[in-house]
């Protein structure tokens, strides 16, 4: 990785993704975020997404992915169904699951990125934390990076920061970065499309606030002794 290389972020205004695109600035010359409209019921997130590249003075793009709106039915795209609260067990994911939707971010992203002579593609999947979503978690990043560069005769290379981390190492590592307030006050993580700290009652706010409350106690843990 060289500081003269450029990246695109895979960018929702979220959380993740914001620690991401700090990230990336940290260690990039040239910096794009790419971001989808997709129809999400949490459609704010653009509007958020938008704003924070602009703080940054980045060059931002928004995708039309309706499409994806149309194939994919699921709390997030239907207004109509009530997110599940709680995972329903195990080996089951979430009804807020969109099928299909990083392998889908990540390979217009990479068509975006070829356009741009961009080589690295950063994404805020997560392992640790990734809910039962099959398309977070590592042997698939690793697979479609390897599609993508047969598909595109281009040497891309997915960066994914997040992947081994909790929620609460993830809000450390905004704070290592200088901008945990930042992240804690201009994301939006919420399902409901509230910006902070959400609504509080859908589960991405609570694994947001359960991370922060964790980070924060940690750390003031060190502080004191």
């Not at 981390?165 to 945990?180: F, V």
């Amino acid at each position: 990785m060289n500081k003269q290389d450029k990246a695109l972020v895979v960018f929702s205004g979220g959380q993740d993704s914001t620690t991401c695109l700090l990230w990336a600035l940290q260690r990039f010359e040239k910096v794009y975020a790419v971001t989808f409209d997709y129809g999400q019921r949490h459609k704010k997130e653009i509007e958020c997404a938008r704003n924070i590249a602009k703080d940054f003075d980045i060059e931002h793009y928004v995708l039309d992915m309706a499409l994806l709106n149309q194939l994919a039915p699921c709390s997030l795209t239907r207004s109509d169904i009530p997110v599940d609260d709680e995972m329903p067990d195990a080996t089951t994911p979430p009804n807020s699951l969109v099928e299909g939707r990083n392998m889908l971010f990540l390979t217009f992203a990479a068509i975006l990125a070829k356009t741009k002579s961009c080589r690295h593609l950063i994404t805020g999947v997560c392992e640790t934390d990734f809910s039962g979503y099959p398309d977070c978690r590592d042997v698939f990043v690793k697979s479609l990076n390897v599609t993508l560069n047969l598909a595109m005769d281009y040497s891309f290379v997915i960066h994914t920061p997040l992947m081994w981390l909790d929620k609460s190492q993830t809000w450390e590592l905004a704070d290592s970065l200088g901008y945990l307030d930042y992240v804690i006050n201009n994301t939006l993580t919420c399902y409901n499309g509230i910006v902070g700290k959400g609504c509080g009652n859908c589960p991405a706010c609570k694994l947001r606030s359960r991370g922060l409350q964790n980070y924060l106690e940690s750390k003031n843990k060190i502080l004191d002794k």
